[in-house]
């Protein structure tokens, strides 16, 4: 390997920069991209993409040209070619999470592709990928190296490295040992309501289509508590519901109005004619159809049925892990349950305030009336030893009744005749639990 050429000094400036790592050099400084590119066809950096940017890092065979004094010593022969980047397994794992779970690496050269496949392979051996995640490389031999961080876990296996153009799926020529889901749709004429040998066929490739989910770890059941002929493939946290119906069965029973559509037992169809497989997300909208045609039958177009449905639940779990910052389901789990906890804490304490205010007011009422009562009391005795001072017998006959009047009014009031009971809880309307609730709300508990 030829040394690089001496760098002039504004080269030198940002080779010294990217060495730093200071202020790191991406492509948001368009006025940087020459000079960066001039280093990288020098092997002095190596540029990694990341969601359409690069940003670049100092290779090995940079970090000798700073230490011996913007140039190149002569290298031994017998030593290996020392150009590429130093990739430590804990240090590419940091970078792919910071960069959100996909790095690009733009056309490396043969020695820096292998060690970026090397880190990743260590970064597997060494047990550094979290659960519930798993890295895909794509550009292994050729062109821009992809790394990605997905999420899936070892029952995911066969779906991460499944290639597009797979074998297809066997379908057995008669129905022997069925699942127990295809069990059910045989055994019940009115939920798959075919006639023969359509039907027979139709069990067959709900078998295949069981087989394969089976073998891949996937789980076959039927789809909630829906009563249709179908069942359903459950890849992840994803449902895909799979039906099977004549093509002109399917195509009049979706051109007749839901008040005057028949049931499939009502409509005339030959028996010989062609079927078609429907698969939708369950529960869901938007479906995705296969059709018999003249030279591809259902038979040789299950293993596409199946690859759609991996393709896009990866894409699903993939979305959903960058917009919860790359978490895993188990993580995200996690802390839905300890913010409902707190959820729960903080709507019993709210509920316990509210009563308590309810008690306090309850208190308050009661030693109102009792320090009436007794005032009541205290005023009626000090109007009983003035009583006989008064001379006129009409005046003093009415002041007496007055005293008793007041004694009898005290007596009816104060609580300590009738003692109180601890006061009865009643139900809070949850708007009252607002004030005490802080960031909840009192209806439901928060979501993430």
């Known amino acids: 390997m030829q040394p690089p050429s001496a760098l002039d000094e504004r080269e030198l400036s940002i080779l010294i920069r990217i060495a730093s790592n200071v202020k790191p050099v991406t492509s948001r400084e368009t006025r940087l991209t020459r000079i960066v590119y001039a280093l990288q066809a020098q092997k002095l950096v190596v540029l990694t993409r990341t969601k359409g ?11 000798l040209y700073l230490e011996s004094g913007n140039h190149l010593p002569a290298l031994d022969a017998s030593q290996p070619d020392r150009d590429e980047p130093a990739i430590d397994p804990e240090d590419f794992l940091s970078q792919l999470i910071d960069a959100g779970g996909m790095l690009r690496i733009s056309d490396p050269d043969e020695v820096t592709r292998r060690l ?18 798993h890295l895909t490389l794509r550009g292994r031999d050729q062109g821009d190296l992809e790394i990605r961080l997905k999420t899936g876990g070892s029952r995911q296996r066969h779906m991460r490295y499944r290639p597009k153009d797979r074998r297809p799926i066997p379908v057995l020529q008669h129905l022997e040992d069925p699942h127990p889901v295809v069990a059910e749709l045989r055994d019940d004429h009115l939920v798959f309501a075919l006639d023969d040998p359509v039907r027979q066929r139709g069990l067959r490739l709900f078998q295949a289509i069981a087989d394969e989910a089976t073998r891949c770890c996937y789980t076959v059941r039927r789809p909630g508590d829906y009563k249709g002929g179908h069942l359903e493939v459950v890849i992840g946290d994803e449902g895909w519901a799979v039906a099977i119906q004549r093509q002109e069965l399917a195509s009049r029973l979706a051109a007749q109005p839901s008040s005057s559509r028949k049931s499939p037992d009502d409509v005339d169809v030959p028996p010989a004619q062609r079927l078609r497989l429907r698969l939708w997300q369950w529960p869901g909208h938007g479906s995705y159809d296969w059709y018999d045609e003249d030279k591809s039958t259902l038979e040789s177009q299950l293993w ?145």
């Not at 940017?53 to 970090?63: P, V």
């Not at 496949?117 to 047990?127: H, T, V």
């Not at 609580?415 to 607002?434: A, C, H, K, S, W």
Request: proline letters at 6%; aromatic letters at 8%.
């Open 116 to 133: 970026w496949r090397e880190a990743a392979q260590a970064a597997r051996r060494d047990g550094l990928i979290p659960d519930g995640y």
């Open 304 to 448: 596409q049925v199946i690859v759609h449905m991996e393709t896009v639940t990866r894409d699903i779990c993939y979305a959903v892990a960058m917009m919860d910052g790359g978490r895993s389901p188990e993580e995200r789990q996690r802390q839905r349950d300890e913010l409902r906890r707190e959820w729960e804490v903080a709507m019993a304490y709210a509920q316990e305030r509210v009563l308590t205010q309810d008690r306090l007011q309850a208190l308050a009422t009661e030693m109102d009336a009792w320090q009436r009562a007794r005032t009541i009391r205290q005023y009626a005795d000090e109007l009983t030893s003035a009583v006989s001072a008064i001379t006129d017998e009409d005046h003093r006959r009415s002041q007496s009744d007055w005293i008793a009047w007041m004694k009898s009014y005290a007596d009816t009031i104060d609580p300590i005749n009738e003692p109180p009971q601890f006061p009865r809880d009643r139900t809070v309307d949850p708007d009252e639990l607002i004030p005490h609730l802080g960031r909840f709300s009192p209806y439901n508990p928060p979501s993430i």
């Open 53 to 63: 940017f690069w940003s670049a890092a100092l290779t090995e065979s940079g970090r």
